[in-house]
């Protein structure tokens, strides 16, 4: 079975990437860059604190939803950017889920990589974990629930 890395070691590597993608950020800003007043110990230390819900993909397709709109919930108190949503949001991706983002973030430039925008990456985890065809037999069965 394959470890299961600890709440702490997943937000050690948070902090970690966090402080890195600062770095990036302050090396080389995007004209596109939001002004933000989180720092990166900010980010790092407020996120947990919401306590996000990771995703393994087990329990079904609805559940990715409601995944996103905890995440979702989460996120309208704080005031972060898209990239460091979908930073924060990379480190609850766990077990087989973990394993495919990789391998899609691997065909992915570090530019685009880092400008990722959260449409995007809500709109590959649907795609990938509730596919619109499912969405629409869903929707259709309980339009026609008596």
Known sequence: MAHQPTQAAMFRDLLRAVQ??????????SQNAQTNSNTTSSVVEQF???????FNG???????????RGLERIFKHLSYTDSQKVLCTEFMLVDAVGHWWESVSRIRTKAQQCNLIWARFEKEVM???????LRDRKETEFLQLK
């Open 127 to 133: 795609a990938n974990y509730f596919p619109q065809a």
């Open 58 to 68: 087990m329990a079904g397709p609805l559940a990715v939803e409601e995944w996103i």
């Open 20 to 29: 890195d993608l600062g770095r990036q950020q302050m090396q080389a800003p």
């Open 48 to 54: 947990p604190c919401y306590k996000p819900p990771s």
